[in-house]
């Protein structure tokens, strides 16, 4: 029997998601970027290969560095991230609202969900920026400005930080010789450390082989299995699953697209506004759920990602414009994100971190009703409950299960 490529999607956010953003965040259409960011991302990709990328650490670099951008760059940078309308925002509106988002995105933490995000300014000896543009992203980014040397010496404390900022999850970010010690004036850092477990976990006992129908070939891998009263909404492209987390304001979604679709037709129909209208077709009732376990890492060139979708100005040497940052010429060199993932039967874990250097130019009962078996390809998103942020997006084209020790945990 043949299988088409088809996806499932899986979301954070709560049970009244999907509503409207604060008014500060109103300009900023963030599903839309991620949306744009994954079809880039997945162009780049290996064909067939599984992927994990952060929107949002994407979004907040380039945000915080577009507050001290002017002219052309500005504008440009602004239309790629979907910041405001016809009108370019100035850069306290910029910063506002990434400030407000940062709020939101705050208030999800708790004892059940673990959501720490950071932002860095690292600045070579002797260089330095304008102080509204420090001061606004420590403001508003509550960004860490350090003056380091560059070369080896600066790579090793900024891959260290990293290391540290993302629980071990993201290490060597800056590669060798990416620091150049006359070249680099500034490196600008984002990270992201997402970590919350299941409100009905997984039991391990219940875990066992199955089939998952990969492009390149079936492939036995371990499947989480329950027996539950489960949400699924319906759309004419996929159905989708509920999975809660312990905190009452998150949640994973996944989508798994009918047998009429390919992953290329969901992945084509991404929009803030076609998720909002999935989850208004709630259907409620007992259900037999199938989830493959994985685990994998992705590593994403920002800069050629963000040049196919428009944003050429930042990176040309000749027409970069960041006079708000300092004084001269300065174009970003290098753009860089490292992303992992990890789902099993206690929960999710995933952690990004994003860089760029810039220098001089240049229940039990009623039977199921249904089944949803998610054992062929498919997409999936983290997403902040109440403004519908969204913090991860990728796909799962082959699972790769998670690595245990001798004691049973996790590798990573």
Known sequence: MKYLIVPFLVLVFSPFAFARQPASCAEWRQVDFAANAYRQAAV?????????????????LFGALQTGAR???????ARTLQLGGEETLAPDAVAETFRAARACLASVANADVALELSDSLWLAHGFSVEPEFSDRL???????VHSIEMGPVGRKIINDFVSKKTHGRIEDLIAPGVLKNRETLLVAVDTVYF???????????????????????????PFMHATRT???????????LRLPYRSSETEMLVLLPSLSNTLADVEAKMSGAWLERLVERPWRGMADIALPKFDFDSEHDLKSMLISMGMTAPFNGLVANFRGIASGSLSISTAIQKAN???DEEGTEAAAASYVTMGRGRPHGDPPERSFVADHPFLFLIRETRTGLILFVGRVMKPVPPQVNASGKNLK
Not at 44 to 60: D, I, R, T
Not at 71 to 77: H, P
Not at 138 to 144: E, I, K, L, Q
Not at 201 to 216: G, L
Request: with cysteine; charged share 25%; net charge negative.
């Open 44 to 60: 780049n990709a290996e064909a067939y290969g599984n992927f994990v990328l952060s929107p949002w650490s994407v979004a907040s």
């Open 71 to 77: 002219g052309d760059t500005a504008c440009e940078m």
């Open 138 to 144: 420590r403001d508003a980014f509550d960004a860490s």
């Open 195 to 221: 970590k919350a477990k299941w409100q009905d976990p997984f039991k391990k006992r219940a875990t066992q082989d199955q089939t998952f129908h990969a492009p390149s070939g079936d492939v036995d891998v």
């Open 230 to 240: 489960v949400e699924i909404l319906d759309a004419p492209e996929c159905a989708a």
């Open 341 to 343: 993932v990890t789902v």
